[in-house]
């Protein structure tokens, strides 16, 4: 039992290159979410899922687009990166909509 | 805009409870009160989550007003490895700026 398994842990992109952040989880669960976490700062929500084939705008969706086509997998994807983008991005996931959340362990990625 | 308020920063002695305090004026009736920490900028955990009643874990205790409005997360015997930023949150899962706890010896 993994839980929550992001990849890849560190990525250095060129302004403008595209890429795509997975985030798996093993644990059936139905919600999952992406978050963005800056120097000093909290997590902010990027994108969130109520299920396999849904997905939802959180507070800082532009630049940013996911995809939920399985239910154990949740895609972050950036089409073309800025140095703004540079962050540590965190996915979570849990059962329901009252449930603990787990967080996988982080992906630090860096726009040049 | 987050909904929740929390101080910025806390010491608290190595051996004494922390008492880490959450505003959250604008929950509403069917809504729980989430605590989370991170330690370093490893992913978030779980520490305890509450409706209206107290709860109590093996990590921590929470402490909800009657009025919902605001809540407390207690460490009974706080050590060095509870050093980390905690956070309170909603069934939403939006967080706020959270509160670094710093464990003194």
């Known amino acids: 039992n993994a839980g929550v398994t992001q990849t890849p842990k560190f990525r250095v992109l060129k302004t403008g290159q595209s890429m795509t952040l997975l985030c798996a989880q093993d644990m059936n669960h139905e919600y999952m979410y992406w978050y963005r976490q800056d120097p000093g700062m909290g997590l902010r929500l990027i994108h969130y899922s109520v299920g396999e084939g849904t997905t939802a705008k959180g507070e800082v969706p532009d630049g940013y687009n996911v995809s939920r086509l399985k239910k154990q997998n949740f895609l972050l994807g950036l089409e073309s990166a800025a140095p703004s983008q540079t962050s540590v991005y965190f996915c979570a996931s849990r059962m329901d909509r009252g449930a603990e959340a787990f967080f996988g362990q982080g992906t630090r990625l860096t726009v040049v | 805009d987050a909904k929740t308020t929390q101080p910025p920063s806390m010491d608290c002695a190595e051996g004494r409870a922390a008492n880490l305090p959450c505003n959250h004026s604008t929950i509403s009736g069917n809504e729980y009160v989430y605590w989370y920490r991170q330690i370093h900028s490893q992913g978030p955990q779980y520490i305890i989550h509450g409706l209206k009643n107290n709860e109590t874990n093996e990590m921590a205790s929470l402490i909800i007003t009657e009025d919902r409005k605001s809540s407390t997360l207690i460490l009974p015997h706080a050590t060095l490895r509870d050093t980390a930023v905690y956070y309170c949150?909603?069934?939403?899962?939006?967080f706020g700026a959270g509160t670094r706890l710093t464990v003194k010896p």
């Open positions: 949150s909603y069934n939403d899962m939006r």
